[in-house]
């Protein structure tokens, strides 16, 4: 059975930082492009950013670039979301979700929700003084 689980979300102030991590079960992360999204009360799901098979050219939305990074770890058949630099406008609820037909963020329209076939259950990130 395919799984994604995310953790590591939490209430940060401003300025502060966390590390999101998606787990997957029942199948190879690496062979496929993962993405990151975050949902944000009454707004539509917002691609952040995806990892590609072999890393590859990372794509980041224009509003964290500069302070999140995607990372994928193999051997732990997980990929992360290292947050900096955390501003009230991140608050949201973070998904990961994986394309199984392409390896590369390139070959699709990464940003598009619609695009993936498995998600995780999504970790509540809340960014406040």
């Known amino acids: 059975q395919v799984q994604l689980v995310e953790s590591g979300g939490g209430l940060v102030q401003p300025g502060g930082s966390l590390r999101l991590s998606c787990a997957a079960s029942?199948?190879?992360?690496?062979?496929?492009?993962i993405g990151w999204f975050r949902q944000a009360p009454g707004k539509e799901h917002e691609g952040v950013s995806c990892?590609?098979?072999?890393?590859?050219?990372?794509p980041y939305a224009d509003s964290v670039k500069g302070r999140f990074t995607i990372s994928r770890d193999n051997a732990k058949n997980t990929v992360y979301l290292q947050m900096d630099n955390l501003e009230p406008e991140d608050t949201a609820v973070y998904f990961c979700?994986?394309?199984?037909?392409?390896?590369?963020?390139?070959?699709?329209?990464?940003?598009?929700?619609?695009?993936?076939?498995?998600w995780g259950q999504g970790t509540q990130v809340t960014v406040s003084s």
């Open positions: 979700a994986a394309h199984v037909t392409y390896a590369y963020c390139s070959d699709f329209p990464w940003r598009d929700p619609k695009k993936y076939d498995y």
């Open positions: 029942g199948f190879t992360l690496d062979y496929y492009a």
């Open positions: 990892i590609s098979r072999n890393y590859g050219s990372i």
